[in-house]
């Protein structure tokens, strides 16, 4: 790999009372390794090792709220309980001993899939639905609805309270609060429901002001939202600036400092008909759209996407020289790194160095194991 001035990628920045001493993010991925939902020492190592590594903020895997069906698989952290927060005090204390910054994603899975693992209760969404036309749980009422979003407070305050630096909603990938958005599964007549994305953005727009409240002015709020969803990679939310606009802005409006803009290849243009082949990505479309701060993610360092890994295939390591050159212009103020980080938690110290040769790429082993 040819040597890349990479220098774009090591500016601090500084999000309300966060101070970061890069951009680099360590994507939250999921890792099942918390037996009975609580992280132990090696969940605290893991993330330690990476933020030795330099990782700038480091974003936990997705860690549930308090709700009865909120995981899909049952070694899935917990963010409530005594066990639990005891174990997610142990993971910031380790990685602020390394000099790292961090939040929890907070997750609630809704009723997606992972495997054929079921929760003691019903799986809850907003009309009942897994993906369009196909049933599965219950349907949310009002009640529960205000449930969750008091649970997803809840746990933003103990985030703070534990001494994170910062939170992450998870709205994407077809999970609960994307499958509101999504019309394919939020088929609701209630004022959480709707033909548009601003109506349907309400349940998301109410966890954000909750989390507010919650928290305070200076703890910065982030939110990953996607376009795709894990039950079809072909669907796009927002076809237009205009709804991305509508789905997006009510989330910065109700405190969202930053949205996370999850694609499999950050470098393909969200809009090409607007603006090219070489455009602007999602993160760079919902700055420009909403004023922002924005995170891109998808593929940083490696050959191929996500989906070759959770079909048991590796990748090689890859130039961020296109990287580079989207940072440069400014065009999203941050970059999320997920599975070249998986195999190599100095991923971001070797790419800071230069030592790009000893760069080692992303092998599907390393999604069996928290090294």
């Known amino acids: 790999m040819s040597s890349v001035d990479t220098s774009a990628l090591f500016q601090p920045l500084t999000l309300k009372n966060l101070q970061l001493k890069n951009r680099l993010v360590m994507a939250p991925m999921t890792r099942t390794f918390s037996p009975n939902g609580v992280p132990v020492e090696a969940n605290a190592a893991y993330y330690r090792r990476r933020a030795e590594g330099q990782v700038g903020l480091i974003l936990s895997e997705g860690t549930v709220v308090n709700r009865p069906a909120s995981r899909n698989d049952p070694n899935i952290p917990f963010f409530h309980g005594e066990a639990a927060l005891a174990g997610w005090k142990g993971v910031i204390d380790a990685v602020h001993a390394a000099g790292g910054r961090m939040g929890p994603q907070l997750w609630h899975t809704g009723s997606a899939r992972y495997t054929e693992w079921e929760p003691d209760s019903p ?89 507010r409240k919650a928290v305070g002015p200076d703890f910065p709020i982030i939110m990953r939202v996607s376009q795709w969803k894990q039950q079809d990679l072909t669907v796009r939310l927002a076809p237009t600036p205009k709804e991305m606009t509508d789905w997006l802005l009510p989330l910065v409006e109700a405190g969202v400092d930053v949205l996370h803009c999850s694609q499999r290849r950050f470098w393909e243009p969200e809009f090409p008909e ?25 593929s940083v360092g490696l050959d191929g996407d996500v989906l070759n890994a959770f079909a048991g295939k590796g990748s090689k390591a890859a130039s961020v020289q296109r990287l580079v050159e989207r940072m440069e212009r400014n065009e999203f103020d941050l970059i999320a790194v997920g599975r070249a980080l998986l195999g190599d938690s100095h991923w971001v110290s070797k790419i800071q160095s230069g030592d790009h040769k000893n760069l080692q790429g992303f092998d599907a082993a390393a999604l069996g194991a928290l090294v």
Request: glycine share 12%; proline share 3%; aromatic share 8%.
């Open 123 to 211: 799986v809850e969404s907003p009309s009942g639905l897994d993906a369009p036309d196909k049933p599965r749980g219950e349907a949310m009422t009002e009640e529960t609805i205000a449930d969750t979003v008091a649970a997803f407070a809840a746990a933003a305050a103990d985030a703070k309270r534990l001494g994170f630096d910062t939170v992450e909603v998870h709205g994407a990938h077809g999970y609960l609060i994307d499958q509101f958005f999504w019309s394919g599964t939020n088929r609701r007549t209630d004022r959480y429901g709707g033909a548009t994305l601003k109506e349907r953005s309400r349940f998301a727009s109410e966890i954000v002001a909750a989390i």
């Open 274 to 298: 607007l603006d090219g082949e070489n455009g602007l990505n999602c993160a760079g479309w919902a700055k420009k759209l909403t004023g922002a701060t924005t995170i891109s993610v998808g």
